[in-house]
């Protein structure tokens, strides 16, 4: 039985770039999470309303948006913690070219993934297993960066993604970071190379909004910074 | 509404720094040219800091020396960051910064009023 | 570290590269402008770093000088023929001169619609301006009266 205690005025985007924020009134009710709110509008109240979700247990992060102006899942995200007196504000994730309301296109953020060298080279086959002892520091490193679900939260926060549209971004430079410290990669030279360029890591000034926001605790800022020194050896072992 | 992103303590700190940069990049020019005018003999240089005991000055002398100990005091959290293994606590960092520039801009200003 | 400062700063006036991206002679665009602004990047830390140490000494000169008032005549009787305030001054304008045109690039970069090669040459410009003001402001200091141009 949900105890209803009082309304919530829910102002969403509608439209793509253009568009406008369209106001629902939901009831409010107990343990409620922005998920239950975006879902009773579209079912209950304007079946017209687009957005995204699929697990609602916070490990496939589809259902990223912005509430009340911070990127946020809505499946793990209660009313209770965002919602500011009865107000809360649904956004789509920015930088992201909005398809429709809360949904956005992610192609040009996997785009980077792959510019950014974000997958696995596996190089010579080897008879044997690779040995890699977890407590290793490039395994206590790339395990720091790992557990990216790619849900684009730090992407949307990174005001560089913002001003710089080449940017590779902190989840792609994140990921490109783990790989250099997988030491069974056999494409790191060339990962360096293509995290090293304008758009690469040292675009990077360090504003930390992508380490603020992350939901699964990560640091991109920290794995950027070992992407600078490691591009830094690079080009100082190529001068010497 | 302000972004969330724009109200975290790393994003005030990067923008005091860039803006810092920015206000030292335009007095440098001014302040080698000031100092050059020692070429025309030691009471140029004297005549022009009489100007500078106007009060707006001072002050504007001071945000300067405010700047200065700014940019270098979170220039350093920056490279701290990229370049040390310990991982920073950032209101905790930032504060430090912030009071240690203030500090010596209250310093400077102590002495030039 | 002197030396990589010196490197880096006359390759950040010098669009040019041949040979730091480890591809001889003649490298392809791309690859160039990856080089540059890789270098780029670390003549920023190593002046930055530099910095720190001319700065604090700044700072501190200036605090300790500034107490009681300031005059010319206080200000020139510590630098004039000093060799060490001389050197300190030369040094301190190469690194600012490497460091300023650096961060500004950054900053309207990111926050200008300018982009591209123009930029680059006028804060190479720039940065030649800093390097020349500065070394006459730090002789104009240094020099005893009698030299004096004028």
Known sequence: ?240 | MMRASHKQPGFVAALLHRLAGIALAIFLPLHFWALSGALNGADFLDRFLKVTQHPLVKFAEGGIVVALALHMALGLRVLAIEFLPVRERTRVAISICLAVAFAVGLAFLLNVV | MLLTHFLSATRAITPVFDGLSGRGSGCGELQCWRAMTAILFIAQRVSAAVLAFFVTVHLATILYATRGGLTAGEVLARTRDNHWFFAFYVLFVLAVSTHAPIGLRNVIREWTPWQGRSLDIALAIFALILLSTGFRAAAAVYLPPEALLQ
């Open chain 1, 1 to 240: 039985m949900t105890v209803e205690l009082e309304s919530l005025s829910v102002d969403v985007w509608r439209g793509s770039a253009d568009g406008r924020f369209q106001t629902f009134r939901v009831p409010r009710r107990e343990h409620q999470t922005i998920l239950d709110v975006v879902t009773e509008i579209q079912r209950d109240q304007d079946a017209t309303l687009s957005y995204r979700f699929a697990c609602r247990v916070g490990m496939c992060g589809s259902c990223a948006m912005v509430v009340n102006g911070r990127p946020r899942w809505t499946c793990r995200t209660r009313v209770s913690e965002a919602v500011e007196g009865d107000k809360l504000t649904l956004e789509p994730l920015r930088n992201m070219t909005v398809v429709k309301d809360l949904a956005v296109d992610m192609a040009a953020f996997f785009d980077k993934w792959r510019d950014a060298r974000g997958y696995f080279e596996p190089g010579e086959a080897s008879a044997d297993f690779a040995v890699v002892p977890p407590a290793s520091r490039e395994r206590r490193a790339a395990d720091a960066g790992i557990e990216c679900i790619g849900c684009g939260i730090c992407q949307s926060a990174c005001d560089v993604v913002t001003w710089n549209k080449d940017y590779l971004g902190p989840a792609p430079l994140n990921r490109a970071w783990t790989l250099v410290n997988d030491v069974r990669d056999a494409g790191n030279d060339a990962r360096i190379e293509a995290v090293s360029g304008s758009a690469g890591c040292h675009a990077c000034h360090s504003h930390m909004n992508c380490t603020e926001f992350c939901p699964r605790g990560i640091s991109p800022t920290y794995s950027i910074a070992g992407l600078k020194r490691a591009m830094i050896s690079r080009a100082l072992g190529r001068k010497a």
